[in-house]
């Protein structure tokens, strides 16, 4: 008999347990609906969205992440309407999965109570929002390699390509590594499982071949519908282009060293009087990094002890995966990277703990079950609250709405509605004044057709203030504008699509007030901005942001 990964529970715990995580999370997550506006990180969704709604095409006609995230938005808007809440709604929905496919996949190795510990750590810490696609597919494909261990038939190829398939639609990088670890983990099965000749047979290379051949078949069809779109638009050659370049200059973009030397005792203690959040990440990565490695080691050992079998391939895939996805905090050493990074972590945490556990008490070291779940408890119980109370006393208001969700704090202001079709939503009292005056002053003193341009990254204004970007551009990463050509090129693309209104923040136009961001632009955009200081000039300021207009208009 073909052998299984063992889940120890019963389904009626298991039943119930899903009924708390799913209860729990969706009354959490519906106090986040109507956090403080983001005009940067979630704007560049929301404006996204908007565009593919007129009909331009994700990498063919603006700047952009897969088209996943895009589409699946530019269709919500098309049912409910371009409503800042449908977009909160579906983050709400999709985070509430997140929490049920983490506890499943949890409960793959983790007695159910045990297996709650990571998963109340997920929902309580979600990271950023508008990065829950990122998530939530390798969480499925994970899951469809489970039941791919249990049983290696059409079907099960089948859903193992559309979940890897829907990971590179939302992803570009997440998507190639789960494409390879389907072909690694199918690989594993046929040799390690099903293996009924010697290594270096014809039927078992004949299995390997049929079916990584019939993944890559489906795959193709998961793609199919939107490249016949590409088409017909005649957007496959640009749009492939487009990808594979910011895969390049992603990979590039990263390459500075894997790990950093650890920050000081002192230095840590200057980042929190200072309020920055970068020198705990470091400690944080470098926790991630062990984990990783010690099951590196545990399955390292099954794999010399001839013991590798359904749970150590999924354990290795696992660990891979998570090892790999270290590089986005690696290059950019933030709390959000970090966050998103982190699950697989928690898992493997509790993972070990439990295996030590068993271990220790086989040995008669340590007879009391009670006591490891206790510790275990406390232990997850223990972190998820210092890390809470660590972001609500060291970050700004913004930074806490984008860390973890807003029930702490229960919201009765909303904003004006701003004619623009969006819902009333919370802004901060320091904000409300800002955006709109922004939105006023644009919507009064230029045409729906005027261009509108936001430096540095503020596409949440273009969809507020209903006037559109006509570039290329509206996300300028370090890669984007890093090279003379490429800002040759924005530079031209402004001038020839005749953008009229600039809004830059204050920082980014005037030294003295600059802050990292600006700082990191002037570094690699001088060029750009060398021609906007030349070619525009200031027209009004409010708050922090300076709205430019073109000279020769």
């Known amino acids: 008999m073909q052998k299984r990964i063992n889940l120890s529970e019963n389904s009626k715990s298991l039943c119930v347990c899903f009924c708390i995580i799913i209860v729990v999370s969706l009354f959490y997550y519906l106090s986040y609906y109507n956090y403080g506006l983001n005009l940067s990180d979630e704007g560049y969704l929301v404006y996204g969205a908007k565009r593919v709604l007129s009909g331009q095409i994700p990498g063919a006609d603006f700047h952009a992440y897969m088209p996943g995230r895009y ?58 929002w508008h990065k829950s ?55 594993q099965v046929h040799f390690f499982i099903r293996k009924t000749a010697p290594l270096n047979s014809d039927p078992i290379l004949h299995c390997v071949f049929k079916n990584i051949s019939l993944f890559f078949l489906f795959l193709f069809f998961v793609f199919f519908p939107y490249l016949i779109y590409l088409w017909f638009q005649s ?18 973009k990263g390459s500075n ?20 959040l970068t020198e705990i990440t470091y400690y944080f990565l470098y926790f991630f990094f062990f984990i ?72 008669s070291l340590m007879q009391s079950s009670n006591f490891f779940s206790k510790s275990l408890i406390f232990l997850f119980l223990g972190y998820g ?45 320091e904000e409300k004044a800002n955006i709109l005056q922004l939105t006023t002053y644009l919507k009064r003193n230029s045409n729906p057709d005027d261009g509108l341009l936001t430096f540095i990254y503020l596409p949440m204004l ?20 890093g090279s003379m050509a ?31 961001a600006e700082k990191r632009f002037k570094s690699y955009g001088g060029k750009i901005l060398e021609f906007i200081n030349s070619n525009y000039h200031s027209v009004h300021q409010i708050g922090p942001y300076v709205i430019l207009r073109n000279r020769q208009e």
């Open 71 to 128: 589409v699946t938005l530019a269709s919500l808007f098309k049912v409910f309407g371009t409503d800042i809440l449908v977009e909160r709604v579906m983050w709400v929905l999709v985070r509430v999965i997140i929490a049920a496919l983490f506890f499943k996949l949890s409960t793959i190795f983790l007695p159910v109570l045990i297996a709650l510990m990571p998963t109340f750590l997920i929902i309580l810490i979600p990271g950023p």
């Open 133 to 187: 696609f990122e998530m939530l597919f390798p969480l499925a494909w994970f899951l469809s390699v489970y039941f791919y261990l249990l049983k290696q038939d059409i079907a099960r190829i089948l859903l193992l390509a559309l979940f890897a398939g829907a990971t590179l639609f939302f992803r570009l990088e997440n998507g190639l590594l789960v494409i390879f670890l389907s072909v690694l983990l199918i690989i």
């Open 235 to 252: 957007s496959v050659l640009k749009s492939f282009f487009f990808y594979a370049h910011e895969l390049v200059a992603g990979i590039s």
């Open 257 to 276: 060293p894997f790990l950093r030397p650890l920050p000081s005792l002192l230095q840590l203690f200057q980042s929190l009087k200072k309020r920055e």
């Open 292 to 363: 990783y490695a010690a099951t590196f080691g545990r399955l390292g050992d099954k794999f010399f002890k001839k013991k590798w079998g359904p749970k150590e391939i999924f354990l290795s895939l696992l660990a891979i995966y998570g090892v790999i996805s270290l590089y986005q905090v690696v290059g950019q050493p933030d709390i959000s990277h970090l966050l998103q990074t982190g699950p697989f972590a928690y898992l493997l945490t509790a993972y070990l703990l439990y295996q030590g556990y068993k271990k220790s008490s086989a040995s």
């Open 385 to 429: 609250l210092a890390t809470i109370i660590f972001f609500s006393f060291n970050a700004s208001s913004n930074g806490k709405d984008f860390y973890y969700t807003g029930s702490f704090r229960i919201r009765n202001n909303t904003m004006e509605k701003l004619n623009s079709g969006m819902a009333g939503v919370f802004v901060e009292p």
């Open 462 to 481: 273009n969809f507020l203030s209903e006037r559109d970007n006509p570039i290329f551009y509206d996300i300028f990463f370090p890669h984007t504008v």
């Open 486 to 516: 490429n800002q040759r090129a924005i530079i031209d693309d402004i001038k020839s699509k005749g953008v009229k209104f600039i809004v830059a923040t204050e920082g980014l136009l005037f030294p003295i007030k600059e802050g990292l």
